[in-house]
């Protein structure tokens, strides 16, 4: 099994700043996609950004050019600085994974980390 654990989440002021990071451990052969997802209240789910293991990235649009995701393959860790935060950024974070194992492609789920934007 692989394990996903988010840090970061947080009070924030609009326009703040804040740092998610998401560390997977267990039974890692490489791991392919990592990235982010999110659920505000009363939403859908919706993706934020995703990282390749070769580095591509792709963002929504309404994180794009406020969100960097990031990630070293050599800790299995992903990151997602989000800068100049707004009140609607306000969600669960998810963290996601998957890795191709030898009985096909595995994705897994973080617990959730909550980032409030609020004054």
């Known amino acids: 099994q692989v394990q996903l654990v988010e840090s970061g989440g947080g009070l924030v002021q609009p326009g703040g700043s804040l740092r998610l990071s998401c560390a997977a451990s267990?039974?890692?052969?490489?791991?392919?996609?990592m990235g982010w997802y999110r659920q505000g209240p009363g939403k859908q789910p919706e993706l934020v950004a995703l990282?390749?293991?070769?580095?591509?990235?792709n963002y929504a649009d309404s994180v794009k050019g406020r969100f960097t995701i990031s990630r070293d393959n050599a800790k299995n860790t992903v990151y997602l600085q989000m800068n100049s935060l707004k009140p609607d950024d306000t969600a669960v974070y998810y963290c996601?994974?998957?890795?191709?194992?030898?009985?096909?492609?595995?994705?897994?789920w973080g617990q959730g980390t909550q980032v409030t934007v609020s004054s």
């Open positions: 996601y994974a998957d890795q191709n194992t030898e009985r096909g492609t595995y994705g897994y």
């Open positions: 267990g039974r890692i052969f490489s791991m392919n996609v």
């Open positions: 990282i390749s293991s070769g580095g591509s990235t």
